[in-house]
């Protein structure tokens, strides 16, 4: 334990006994309310011996981890047009939007937050999200402090779509953070809205001031521990990026038009490359809809192999395996109810779900944390890899491979060809 913390509390020296217990039996967590005991634990504890200390609240949130906001909408994103535009000056546009009324804040401390904030632009970065008919849907202040990214101000907009962007917004952070040599972030903003702290707690995010470390690869301590496909998922879920292979899992290759493809998973090739870059990143979670075909297990994972568009021009076919997701959701339902139910975070119009129907019915996938594989596999590479593995080499309909497959491809990824 630390020295500092030992001097100055004599009472780590009991509290060190009933850890010795916790050990010895065998426990996973040691829950207390004594910060002085969390704080000293929390940089050897749980590496060296597997049990985890901490608070019962976040006891609770870690056995029972809060869904996703019911009400993501992955289509708001893309209908109002956002973008993120520098902070120059303060205005009471910026009060009025983003002043935190359940906790009960004053604007005039939020006012000098903002002042604070502006007066040191070489430190800090302010922005703010608006769409294209100039409404204000987020404020994000960013400080780099050696490995840790410190985030002093993070708000939203009310409304539905401030819960979804609240989700989006989250993810968006940890890729910041990792593409500017992060390895933490720590929300320091003490007036976080109900909605931003769900999408936190969601995200892995835990403490009083909601902190998350961050890698692009998982330790092997704790990737040991999560074994199965239910535990691989919500582990990558709430240490996104990261992808743990060698795993039995399902996986399907699922052929998908470029149009469609630009639509659904974000792809853009150079032929194709239609969209600017979207202020929050790919949407966490779609839906893609397909004829009813067997059973669809749960989790599982996605290759998107992008084939064709049949009324384009040869020359812009993609033929390639270009992103993956995961499967958190499988079901056959009426076409009618697939659209009532699922139409909002999908890419697909009516008319285009009932072409994918049979018999009345659809199937419905929901997918979430796609990522676009740094390095694309080709056809030639995929065909290769899949007849090793003995898998078909048809890519007409979607088909089940092997998890060979998926690792084989991300191991071919320049970060997994770097352990």
């Keep these: 334990m630390p020295e500092r913390l030992t001097t100055g509390d004599a009472s780590l020296a009991d509290d060190v006994k009933h850890l010795a217990d916790a050990i010895l039996a065998g426990a996973e967590f040691f829950v207390t309310r004594d910060s002085n005991l969390i704080a000293a634990c929390e940089t050897w504890i749980e590496a060296e011996f597997g049990t985890e200390v901490l608070r019962p609240v976040d006891l609770i949130q870690r056995l029972m981890p809060p869904a996703p906001p019911f009400r993501f909408r992955s289509e708001q994103l893309e209908a109002v047009g956002l973008q993120w535009e520098k902070v120059a000056s303060l205005s009471s546009r910026l009060e009025e939007a983003f002043v935190e009324r359940t906790s ?20 800090f970065g302010l922005q703010v999200l608006v769409d294209e008919r100039s409404r204000l849907w987020a404020l994000l202040a960013t400080e780099q402090r050696g490995a840790t990214l410190l985030v002093p101000i993070l708000r939203v907009g009310s409304g539905s779509l401030g819960e979804t ?11 910041r953070a990792l593409e500017q040599g992060a390895d933490s972030i720590s929300i320091t903003d003490q007036a976080l809205s109900p909605a931003l702290r769900s999408a936190l707690h969601a995200d892995g995010f835990t403490g009083q001031v909601p902190r998350v470390k961050l890698s692009w690869l998982a330790s092997p301590d704790a990737a040991a ?5 239910t535990e691989v998922s919500e582990y990558e879920r709430i240490n996104w990026p990261q992808v743990l292979i060698a795993r039995d899992i399902p996986v399907h290759i ?26 929050l990143g790919f949407a966490r979670q779609v839906v893609y809809f397909a004829a009813p075909k067997g059973v669809q297990e749960v989790p599982s994972r996605v290759l998107w192999y992008v084939s064709w568009d049949p009324k384009g021009h040869k020359a812009s076919a993609v033929r390639a395996v270009v992103a993956h997701s995961r499967v958190v959701e499988a079901t056959t339902l009426p076409v009618e109810t697939a659209i009532e139910q699922y139409r909002a975070i999908g890419t697909l119009r009516t008319r285009e779900i009932e072409a994918h129907s049979k018999n009345g019915k659809v199937a419905v996938w929901r997918v979430e944390d796609t990522q676009l594989l740094e390095r694309p596999i080709d056809r030639a590479t995929l065909d290769r890899i899949l007849r090793k593995h003995d898998v078909t080499t048809s890519k007409i309909t979607a088909r089940r491979a092997t998890p060979g497959v998926f690792d084989d491809i991300m191991r071919m990824q320049p970060r997994w060809a770097e352990r």
Excluded: C, M
Excluded at 257 to 271: F, H, M, S, V
């Design 104 to 123: 009960s804040e004053k604007g005039k401390a939020f006012r000098r937050r903002l002042q604070a904030i502006l007066a040191k632009p070489s430190e």
């Design 254 to 279: 699922v052929p998908i038009q470029p149009k469609y493809a630009r639509e659904l998973i974000g792809y853009n090739d150079t032929l194709f490359n239609t969209r600017e870059k979207r202020a």
């Design 225 to 229: 521990r999560a074994i199965t496909a």
């Design 165 to 175: 962007i609240a989700f989006q917004l989250v993810r968006h952070l940890r890729w």
